[in-house]
């Protein structure tokens, strides 16, 4: 099929007012963006607002009303909406608690290997060549390393704490951040304005922060927004194995460990937390997946 | 399938192979409806290499995609008669139509480098077909694709057929899509710009071999192409689109001697001949664009670049007789007609 | 096709290297052995005696290339807590742990082949949304709380599957579902974009003009192709599941693996982990390798190399 489209064609497509009103409209016409957006600000809002939005005090414990169970249940009350753990402290406040722990690892574990991955995969892609061997092979080896038995062991030895899981986790999630920063910045390492820069004598670290750096970021925080995901995945992962954050914290995983004896007979207690854990990731990944829409209209066929 | 129409070809030995009447295909894009081809009119006698010229983008390739049936889903097609000898290739059945195609009507592709399937032998691909469309034994395949294969110039045709096609180079790789596309004996072959992709040495030998196998085997040929110089080595006949339509088909012979229409003049114009054209000089072109086809083109669609146009060419021309089947669309086609400007020894080089 | 082999082992071999170097300087960083062995309780005298009977006295290179000779002979010395052989262990659990691997692995693959093959075929249909949806929830679904989930359903209530134990193939059903479901999403998402962009192809539309069954046309001409890339990260989806075991075997009481890795790792139990650790990333790497050498064969262009 020849180019059946001429050029003039092309050029018809009408000019959006400006690039915010470009963004906000196709920002609303990405319908997992739009859903993923709000749940987030509305988590993020809960996490913030966390002392004021929770009825009671997420570590007071109540022996006299343990595992009481949530509002829909024929015994529960409106006194503990979700009902009450193990100790009688109140799940809902833990709930929310809880998303202050999930969305702080989730961002600072992003953040750490965001910028471990970034550096050296850039370097990589950048200088090619010996650079490029040393940042292959650290990355193959970072691949070979099974991240939840690596994690664990780890977290044993040092003691599990919620600043241990945070810089474990970033020193062990930075290889899709060289992935995808090294094949980017080789696409660019060509491209005629890095040339231009080059030839007009532009320090590296400019060349690098400068031109390089702005034009790979949309593909990085699409990276950011999975490796956040997948950062809260672990974090639950380990303190469910009972070597990440510790109890009292009110971790989601840990809340699932908490309730796993009692699951066969009150069910909730794992369902609930679960059930958050699925909503935050969820509505990450959907802003992961309309944020890559966004960045390559038409490109991408995922 | 083959057996009926070799009767009917019997019975009906005037009629031409194809017939094509006010084909149109629309094609929805982001803005409206491209109007890709706007109403053409050809046909294509047996055994002859008609030569469908014209600029990228003038709709030669969705004509030969709506020949073969193999249009994108969502491109809409209606013609007031599409008739492929006795079939209505309107109303055929998907099933039916697959049947012609290959057995009956195949096509060669422009682009040789990604038009073979990586994955598999040669000898595979060329023998599928066959074996799809007629109750052949495996040997009988086999021995087929090699004669074809040696019959198109490649030697050690018994070990290509074990090769990849990543093995192979363009030239020889476009070879083997002419030996596939002759595996069934059909009775026509689109080539949609064949040797475009090719090098000029090799697009020569092509040509040459493309030529030699069509009066060989009598097979017909929708040569597709922008290259005159091409036309000129191989046209029984040739029909000239822009925008859309086809603008003039002649015999090559009185194309060249007599274009009557001001597009297929300026076309001719713009090839250098050696011996005219003094080194150093400007390229003749073509001032201005092709106008967009998404919306609906009222009037003649070449008259923003013309430079006969006046206030008659705001109403689409009728084709005009010129001469003996030589028509044009053109409203000033009998006065354009007559003086003979390009020296068509020069052009055929 | 053998430099590329050659050159890949080598590569191979020398990560494999690497990280046991890793795993062993791990050991050394969580500060005094012979005082965690010896747990809180053990007196000054004990602790000397732990550090003589495991060599701990020695310099640091004389115990690496000691416990190294004996990794590569699968000698991994012996666990602190089962008072066993480390390799025996290893050997008696690594059976549960491939038969879920690979259970989990076919299940990731019958579903998420024709899913994706549909997908592309039927683009923005339901069950191109379908499939979307399962994608993106079974990214975000946390695979314990999804294996307990699965507890709950279908070995308490429904009581179809045993909720644990390894001794018959039920057992493994549910363990698998969890772990391969963690899997499907990347893989369908390969098929799907796989295909769309090799139905695309000039050789697709080469084999339709030559008039071959849609069938034909896709499982031959447009699957083969498109089930490439799928085939190598289902070899690294392998590897990550052997990592993910530890996860899902203590969620369903497997007594495999990564069960023995958990158990061995809150025991302070580190000749045990580090051999772990080293077998399963020994593992992955053998499985890359296979998967970069399968992508050669499948794939004649690269053979050539």
Redesign the interface.
């Known amino acids: 099929m020849a180019n059946i489209l001429s050029p003039q064609v092309a050029a018809e497509q009408p000019l959006a007012a400006t690039w915010q009103s470009r963004l906000f409209r196709s920002t609303l016409n990405n319908r997992?963006l739009t859903i993923g957006l709000l749940i987030i600000t509305s988590l993020g809002v809960v996490a913030l607002l966390a002392p004021w939005l929770a009825p009671h005090d997420p570590y007071l414990q109540n022996t006299a009303n343990r595992m009481v169970p949530p509002f829909w249940h024929d015994t529960g009350s409106w006194t503990h909406p979700l009902g009450t753990d193990r100790l009688g402290r109140d799940y809902l406040s833990r709930l929310i608690y809880g998303t202050r722990i999930s969305l702080f690892i989730g961002i600072v574990v992003a953040l750490i290997s965001g910028l471990i991955g970034t550096t050296l995969g850039v370097l990589a892609g950048y200088f090619g060549g010996r650079v490029d061997a040393v940042v292959s092979?650290l990355l193959?080896?970072r691949?070979?390393?099974?991240?939840?038995?690596?994690a664990?062991?780890?977290a044993?030895?040092i003691g599990g704490s919620m600043l241990t899981v945070t810089l474990l986790l970033g020193l062990l999630l930075w290889d899709r951040f060289a992935v995808v920063a090294r094949s980017a910045t080789q696409q660019l390492r060509d491209a005629e304005y890095i040339q231009a820069a080059q030839a007009l004598g532009c320090p590296l670290h400019y060349i690098l922060l400068r031109e390089v750096l702005p034009n790979i970021a949309g593909a990085l925080i699409v990276v950011a927004t999975l490796e956040v995901?997948n950062a809260i995945?672990l974090e639950?992962?380990l303190s469910?194995?009972?070597?990440g954050v510790q109890p009292p914290s009110p971790s989601w995983?840990l809340m699932?460990a908490e309730g796993?004896a009692y699951?066969?007979f009150q069910?909730w207690v794992?369902?609930i937390p679960?059930s958050a854990?699925?909503v935050l990731?969820?509505a990450i990944?959907?802003l992961g997946?309309g944020l890559r829409d966004l960045s390559a209209p038409g490109g991408?066929?995922? | 399938m083959s057996n009926q129409s070799s009767v009917e070809r019997s019975t009906a030995p005037a009629s031409p192979l194809l017939s094509v009447k006010q084909l149109r295909v629309d094609l929805p894009v982001a803005k409206g409806t491209l109007h890709a081809v706007r109403g053409i009119d050809f046909h294509v006698e047996r055994g002859e290499m008609l030569c469908l010229v014209g600029e990228s983008g003038c709709g030669k390739s969705m004509t030969s995609l709506a020949l073969?049936g193999?249009l994108p889903r969502k491109a809409q097609i209606n013609a007031d008669c599409l008739n492929f000898d006795g079939v209505d290739l309107l109303t055929v059945s998907e099933h039916e139509r697959?049947?012609?195609?290959?057995?009956r009507m195949?096509?060669i592709?422009q682009?040789p480098m990604?038009?073979?399937?990586?994955?598999?032998t040669l000898g595979n691909q060329l023998c599928?077909?066959l074996r799809?469309?007629q109750l052949v034994s495996r040997k009988a395949a086999h021995d087929r694709a090699l004669y074809l294969l040696k019959r198109v110039g490649i030697s050690a045709a018994e070990e290509r057929m074990r090769q990849?096609p990543?093995?192979l180079s363009g030239g020889l790789r476009q070879r083997v899509?002419i030996a596939?596309a002759l595996m069934c004996e059909p009775d026509l072959i689109i080539a949609d710009e064949p040797t475009t992709a090719l090098d000029v040495t090799i697009q020569a030998q092509i040509l040459h071999l493309l030529r030699d196998l069509q009066q060989e085997f009598g097979t017909a040929v929708i040569f597709i192409t922008h290259d005159l110089g091409v036309v000129a080595r191989i046209a029984d006949r040739v029909a000239v689109m822009y925008a859309g339509e086809v603008i003039e088909t002649a015999s090559a012979q009185a194309l060249f001697h007599a274009p009557s229409h001001p597009y297929t003049q300026g076309l001719l114009r713009c090839i250098p001949t050696p011996s005219k054209t003094l080194p150093g000089s400007r390229l003749q072109a073509i001032p201005g664009v092709v106008p967009s086809l998404v919306d609906k083109v009222e009037g003649c669609a070449f008259c923003n670049r013309c430079d006969h146009a006046d206030e008659r060419c705001y109403s689409t021309p009728p084709l005009q007789t010129v001469a003996d089947r030589h028509l044009s669309r053109c409203h000033f086609a009998h006065q354009l007609a007559n003086p003979a400007t390009i020296n068509a020894q020069e052009v055929t080089l | 096709m053998w430099a590329f082999v050659f050159k890949r082992t080598l590569?191979a071999l020398?990560?494999?290297l690497?990280?046991s170097v890793?795993c062993f300087s791990?050991l050394q960083?969580?500060?005094d052995l012979a005082l965690s062995i010896g747990g809180p309780e053990a007196t000054a005298e004990q602790v000397e005696q732990i550090r003589t009977d495991y060599g701990l006295d020695r310099p640091v290179i004389q115990q690496f290339t000691s416990w190294l000779w004996g990794a590569v002979q699968l000698d991994f010395g012996r666990s602190y807590y089962y008072q066993s052989d480390v390799m025996d262990l290893v050997v008696e659990r690594l059976p549960v742990t491939m038969t879920l691997g690979v259970m989990s692995l076919a299940i990731a693959l019958f579903v998420s082949i024709p899913l994706g093959v549909v997908a592309a075929l039927k683009r923005g249909s339901w069950i191109d949304r379908m499939a979307m949806a399962i994608a993106?929830?079974g990214?975000?679904?946390?695979?314990?709380?999804f294996g307990?989930?699965l507890?709950?359903l279908f070995a308490?209530k429904l009581q179809w599957f045993p909720a644990a134990g390894s001794d018959s193939w039920q057992g493994f059903v549910l363990p698998a579902i969890a772990l391969g479901y963690y899997a499907t999403p990347a893989m369908m998402?390969l098929t799907?974009?796989g295909m769309?962009?090799v139905l695309e192809?000039?050789?697709i539309?080469?084999?339709?003009?030559?008039?071959?069954?849609t069938g034909?046309v896709i499982f031959?001409?447009a699957l083969?192709?498109a089930v490439i890339p799928v085939v190598a990260l289902a070899a690294v989806e392998l590897?990550?599941m052997?990592?993910?075991s530890?996860?899902i075997e203590?969620v369903f009481s497997l007594r495999g693996l990564?069960q023995l890795?958990?158990n061995a790792?809150?025991r302070?139990d580190y000749p045990v982990?580090q051999a772990?650790?080293l077998i399963?990333?020994l593992f992955?790497?053998v499985l890359?390798l296979l998967a970069d050498i399968l992508n050669a064969v499948?794939?004649?262009?690269l053979r050539?190399r």
């Open positions: 997992s092979y193959t080896t691949l070979a390393m099974p991240v939840v038995l690596v664990l062991a780890m044993s030895l995901a995945l639950a992962t469910f194995l009972g070597m995983g699932i796993k699951m066969f069910p794992i369902t679960g854990l699925f990731v969820l990944n959907l997946d991408r066929n995922e | 073969m193999l697959s049947n012609l195609r290959g057995a195949a096509m592709f682009e990604t038009a073979l399937n990586p994955a598999y599928e077909a799809r469309h990849y990543h093995q899509m596939m | 590569i020398s990560v494999a690497t990280i890793l791990l960083l969580s500060g993106v929830t990214q975000a679904m946390p695979n314990f709380w307990l989930t507890i709950i308490v998402r799907r974009s769309l962009e192809a000039d050789y539309r080469t084999a339709r003009a030559k008039g071959l069954r034909t031959k001409h083969r192709n590897g990550f052997l990592g993910g530890v996860v203590t990564g890795a958990w790792i809150s302070n982990v772990i650790v399963i990333a992955y790497i890359t499948l794939d004649p262009r050539a």
